[in-house]
């Protein structure tokens, strides 16, 4: 008996993110879906491979300030704001987690 299953493509990473949980999303996918859409010249998942090819890693990406990330062609003040604000809550999530690990 074949196995017909099909490599399943999505055209956004958020419906791999969907079907497959956040752990099978790279980087640049987790990061497109932050980005959400693009501009009329490049897409989100462009935009958001362009970042990571710049700063390394998301790591690398963590560090930069709002005003350096703002000037990026594609990301405008909402995006930056909730790229942002998903790093904080990543640092909140490490702080507790750190000060939690000893207790």
Not at 24 to 32: F, H, R, Y
Not at 49 to 76: C, E, V
Not at 82 to 99: Q, S, T, V
């Amino acid at each position: 008996m074949k196995n017909n299953i099909k490599k399943q493509t999505w055209k956004h990473p958020g419906g791999k993110l969907r079907e497959l949980g956040a752990h099978k999303c790279t980087d640049e996918e987790l990061l497109a879906i932050l980005i959400s859409t693009g501009d009329k010249n490049r897409s989100a998942e462009e935009i958001a491979k362009d970042m990571m090819n710049k700063y390394g890693s998301i790591r690398g990406l963590a560090h930069q300030p709002l005003n350096k990330l703002i000037k990026i062609k594609g990301l405008g003040d909402v995006k930056v704001i909730r790229i942002a604000a998903a790093f904080e809550m990543a640092r909140r999530i490490i702080k507790d987690a750190l000060n939690n690990y000893d207790k």
